[in-house]
């Protein structure tokens, strides 16, 4: 028989004050295996907590029930305090007669006080069959994962790595640099977003902890915090980048041109090719889909008709290191790390949906970040803003707004952010560029919250003449040479015409091609719309439901430069508090199942959202494991099980069943 | 196998835009489509019974649609006026207490199961066979839909809102060339040349404009109130507008007629207000 | 409140995460709510096994109410879908057994609706007390 200890809490008057104490006394000392009942004005100050370690030692208690507040509240401090005592922290409960009781129940003190008999009574029973349960301690793998190398992930690499752990730094395109390398200049102090991008980007592929996997991607991620087992493909570059010297003679003389993904469409690239001039690595790869050398191999593996394409292979015979490998295969790559960061970005809306736009139909109709690369000094026209249709300099550009943001028609009702601001930018930078150019933006709302993000579209305004008409635009049509943008200025509640020489729809962000497959593949949580889930939106915002697997930047949603750079920082200051650590703990209330009633029929395992159960071979069937590390408790493989295999630590059935008993005998 | 409908004409079929009517049943019996008239047709409340009284602007279609029902027949319409109304209604009356309540007022049981489908649809489908002895070659048009014919999306169950395809793809099999352009779905100006013809002549104005800015010589409609507006108001454009080009309006059925071997007259060709001859002339097809 | 008014006994098997938290929330804010309900602290929904329910019932409870996350908000990603479909095949089960509808219900409360919570409890409270006593089985 177990010899339980009650300590009732007063908790100054907030529970005395309602609930009657010496009744509550009283009544506890009849129920079984209770030996001793004590009460105390703050069962969580110091002399509160000193009176429960002495009593624990004095009358040889072996169970504990504190009558307080809610476990919420003081779990963590109660159980410490029945450590002390040197009983094992999980042999203790809380019945919660505070947030449940008496401050819910002030208006009926005697059904206050039956209530907390009978909580108190519940937690009794339950803490009766509590078992010593002990947390174990686990390795970690002092290395980071880093998926996606746009700025978030650059700056959580950057800073794990200068943290003295190794970080492994993958993304999926040839290089380095993400969105922001697109970009001209950055809002709202007009910085040449390459020159404070590029040194990051260097650093990266210079620092000694910091090990990059670009054209690269990630396709299994097994285990759990500490220990992450995760397998990488590193797809065929078809370019030696150890003997690559990145001299330029191959993508200078490639004859097959495509166009390039990097300008967004707005110019174009080899098929052997470096995406900008200042990628990391500045070596190339060769995209197979367009290469005439692969066109030819494919044509003769088919065995198609018509006109051969030629063996071209060009490259290989000007490459002066003989870099150029045909026979390249992927290759996959195992590593294991203690923590992983995702920081897969975003991509911008594809507005062909806007058949008012003109769905993608009229060619001066481009978007913001087509723009961004035609101002952009190293961009396809070398700075100079010219129609894609002629070749001629826009006078008259317009701007549309919330194009994929604020629209619920087209599945996108969220607000993208950086849209205002970037549009004052872009139109700020046009009159910089061209003296002559009017801008005309039309606007729902102008969301300028941030540091100097206000003063800066003033002066959009103010000293670049930039018209802002507030309304949406309804048509965009071709008339001669011209762009006919009717809409609607609704400050003035009229229809209005803009005859524009160009056209920039100011497309929205959502989350990268393939976001929710990382997710799934990490097994963490992401919205309809693919952007990752945070643990908490505001208290835990890099944090996943999974320890050990961060978010950083636009992945969890619309956000700007500084934001993005600040998340990439904070998750690596998550993954450094991790990684310093040499063993980690973990929780001990999870599940553990009985070898011999498991049929190995798999559900619990289909069911476990955490992955955390293995099926393992014994006596000739596959039985069902827990693996620890893994589970987080939730007990829904104790529910789906038919053959009651799985128990849930501090919450099995006969402990649940123990609570119905006590208050329905 | 011949295809069967139960025709719905409509009024201004029947009175201003008969050559509509005419080229359409012509061609329809030409390419093997059955068209029957619906006996006791009445009108289908475009475009005042909605705006006075729901009840009465549900009411008006579901009468035809229910002796169309009891046929068992689809209904095939020509009009794109009475298309929406129609289909308004048949969309409208997927409710029940309105179902109910329009039951009521017909006094007859309207389960709401028939298909309402536009010519376009009939004739554009791959099921249709029409036989083109002639080929408009050389002539290029713009095909316009007008703003009821496909609007709203989810209620017409056509086309594209913006840049529907239909009448294209029907004119260019035809052998003529379709010309890409904004102002296929844009308002003509609709029903307003009583009360204010000068918003029909400037909307109407524009969209003859960009027709010829894109390079096409007529115009080509499946509605007979886009059809009369284009039409009828090209000499007011003439006055307000110096430098306009008079250009032909058809409708598709007329140039399908044309087409498949029936003369212009057959065609009622010569029916418009603006010359819809010359043109015609001047490419050997008449 | 007479003495002789019947009082019912009502046990609630509330999550940790959201709608225990919500009880919290009732209390830190002085809401007050009838006293009836008895709360059961598990972790999830999902752990709710349809056994514990029956033997709350056979032993003579009055109401049982099961309150989780709301859909979509669940700790363990998905552990309330699964209470949702597992409880929805439940409730003809308990008809059949001669537990009327009204005794069993399941709930959505987040930690922040200490509102909610004190108004399911209330709104739960008179539906049983108007069902009356039960008895065991």
């Known amino acids: 028989m177990p ?35 004590d009460d105390n004005k703050f069962s969580c100050s110091e002399p509160g907590q000193a009176a429960i370690r002495q009593s624990i030692i004095d009358n040889g208690l072996d169970r504990v029930v504190i009558s307080a507040c809610s476990p919420r509240m003081h779990e963590i401090t109660f159980r410490k305090a029945v450590s002390a005592a040197g009983l094992n922290p999980y042999l203790m409960e809380i019945a919660n007669i505070r947030e449940h009781c008496s401050w819910v129940h002030s208006d009926n003190k005697e059904a206050a006080t039956e209530k907390a008999i009978e909580l108190v009574k519940m937690a009794v029973a339950k803490v009766s069959l509590h078992q010593e349960l002990f947390r174990k301690r686990i390795s970690m793998e002092k290395k980071a994962l880093v998926i996606g190398g746009g700025i978030a992930g650059i700056q959580a690499a950057l800073d794990i790595a200068n943290a003295g752990h190794q970080v492994i730094l993958v993304e999926r395109e040839p290089t380095i640099g993400g969105r922001m390398a697109q970009l001209d200049k950055t809002f709202p102090t007009l910085d040449c977003s390459a020159c404070i991008l590029s040194p990051k980007m260097v650093d990266v592929s210079q620092h000694p902890n910091i090990r990059l996997l670009t054209y690269s991607e990630v396709e299994k991620v097994q285990g759990f915090v500490g220990n992450f087992e995760v397998e990488i493909r590193q797809r065929a570059r078809y370019v030696n980048h150890t003997t690559c010297t990145g001299c330029g003679i191959c993508w200078q003389k490639c004859p097959e041109k495509v166009p390039g993904e990097f300008e967004e469409g707005t110019g174009q690239r080899t098929s052997v090719y470096i995406p900008f001039p200042q990628a990391v690595p500045s070596k190339p ?3 197979t889909v367009s290469c005439r050398y692969f066109k030819y191999l494919d044509f003769i593996d088919k065995k198609m008709e018509g006109k051969k394409p030629p063996p071209c292979r060009i490259c290989e015979k000007l490459c002066p290191p003989q870099a150029i490998d045909w026979e390249q295969k992927d290759e996959i790559i195992r590593e294991t790390v203690g923590a992983i960061v995702v920081a897969t970005g975003f991509k911008t809306f594809d507005h062909s949906v806007y058949g008012e736009y003109g769905g993608g139909r009229i060619p001066d109709v481009i978007t ?20 894609p249709s002629d070749g001629t300099h826009p006078k008259t550009v317009v701007f549309l707004s919330c194009v994929g943001s604020r629209d619920e028609a087209k599945g996108r009702p969220y607000c993208s952010k950086i849209c205002c601001m970037y549009m004052a930018k872009q139109a700020l930078m046009l009159k910089e560029h061209d003296p002559g150019v009017q801008s005309y933006i039309f606007y729902i709302d102008i969301r300028a919250g941030g540091k100097d993000f206000e003063e800066f579209t003033r002066r959009a305004q103010e000293e670049f003449g930039v018209l802002y008409l507030r309304g949406r635009v309804s048509k965009i049509y071709q008339d001669d040479k011209k762009l006919m943008v009717c809409g609607e200025d609704s400050l003035i509640g009229r229809p209005v015409e803009i005859a524009a020489d160009m056209v920039v729809l100011a497309t929205g962000v959502e989350p990268s091609e393939g976001a929710a497959k990382v997710a799934q593949t990490l097994n963490i949580s992401y919205d309809t719309y693919g952007f990752m889930v945070e643990a908490h939106p505001k208290l835990r915002p890099v944090e996943t439901n999974t320890d050990g697997i961060l978010v950083a930047g636009a992945c969890v949603g619309p956000r700007d430069i500084p934001d993005s750079v600040a998340h990439g920082g904070a998750a690596a200051a998550k993954v450094i508090g991790l990684l310093s650590q040499d063993t980690l703990t973990t929780e001990p209330l999870t599940a553990a199942i009985d070898a011999s009633r498991c049929t190995g029929c798999l559900l619990c395992s289909q069911i476990c959202p955490f992955q955390a159960i293995d099926m ?28 009651t295999a799985p128990s849930l630590k501090g919450y099995t059935d006969a402990q649940i069943l123990s609570e119905v008993l006590a208050l329905c005998p | 196998m011949a295809v069967s409908y139960a025709y719905y004409p409509g009024c201004t079929l029947k009175t201003s835009a008969r050559e509509f009517d005419e080229s359409t049943l012509k061609v329809c019996k030409a390419a093997g489509i059955e068209l029957t008239e619906l006996a006791d047709w009445n009108c289908c409340g475009a475009s005042s019974a909605h705006s006075v009284s729901p009840l009465l602007g549900l009411s008006l279609p579901a009468r035809d649609l229910q002796t169309a029902e009891a046929l068992g027949k689809p209904v095939a319409v020509a009009c794109a006026m009475c298309f929406h109304r129609l289909k308004h209604a048949s969309h409208a009356l997927g409710d029940a207490a309105k179902l109910k309540q ?15 489908e536009h010519l376009l649809t009939i004739l554009g489908s791959n099921g249709s066979s029409y036989q083109v002895t002639k080929k408009l070659e050389g002539l290029k048009a713009a095909s316009y839909y007008g703003c009821v014919l496909v609007r709203p999306k989810e209620v017409m169950e056509l086309d594209d809102e913006d840049n529907p395809q239909l009448m294209d793809r029907i004119v260019a099999s035809l052998g003529a060339e379709t010309v890409e352009w904004d102002f296929k779905t844009e308002c003509c100006g609709a029903s307003l040349p009583l009360s204010k013809p000068e918003v029909v002549v400037n909307l109407s104005h524009k969209i003859l404009r960009q027709a010829r800015q894109r390079g096409a010589e007529c115009v080509v409609v499946a509605c007979p109130m886009c059809h009369s507006n284009l039409d009828i108001r090209q000499k007011a454009m003439k006055a307000a507008y110096p430098g306009f080009q008079e250009m032909p309006v058809y409708y598709f059925t007329q140039l399908m007629g044309l087409a498949m071997g029936f003369s212009a007259a057959e065609m009622h060709i010569d029916k418009h207000l603006t010359d819809g001859l010359s043109l015609l002339k001047s490419k050997g097809f008449i | 409140m007479s003495v002789e008014e019947f009082q019912p006994r009502i046990i609630g098997f509330l999550c940790n995460w959201c709608s225990y938290a919500g009880a919290d929330m009732a209390g830190t804010s002085r809401m007050t709510y009838p006293s009836n309900v008895r709360i059961i602290r598990l972790p999830c929904s999902g752990r709710v096994n349809p056994m514990i329910i029956f033997k709350a019932f056979q032993q003579g409870a009055d109401g049982v109410m099961v309150s989780g996350c709301h859909p979509g908000d669940c700790h363990y990603v998905d552990g309330n879908y699964y209470a949702r479909r597992r409880l929805a095949m439940l409730e003809p089960f308990l008809e059949y057994l001669g537990i009327e509808k009204g005794r069993f219900q399941l709930e959505w409360v987040s930690a922040s609706e200490g509102k909610k919570w004190s108004q399911v409890v209330a709104r739960f409270t008179d539906t049983v007390k108007s069902l009356g006593p039960r008895g065991k089985i």
């Open chain 1, 3 to 37: 010899r339980v200890g009650v300590f009732l809490c007063h908790c100054g008057t907030n529970i005395a004050g309602v609930v009657d104490i010496p009744t509550v006394a009283e009544a506890v000392k009849q129920f079984p295996g209770v030996v001793y009942v």
């Open chain 1, 285 to 287: 790869v060769i995209d």
């Open chain 1, 368 to 387: 913001s970040l087509q723009l961004e690369r035609l101002m952009n000094a190293s961009g396809p026209t070398l700075g100079e803003v010219v129609r």
């Open chain 1, 616 to 643: 393992v071979p014994a006596n000739g069937k596959s039985i069902a494991v827990v693996n620890e590390g893994l589970c987080k408790g939730c007990g829904l493989c104790v529910a789906a099980c038919r053959s």
């Open chain 2, 102 to 116: 329009v039951n009521q007022v017909l006094g007859k049981e309207f389960r709401n199961t028939v298909k309402v």
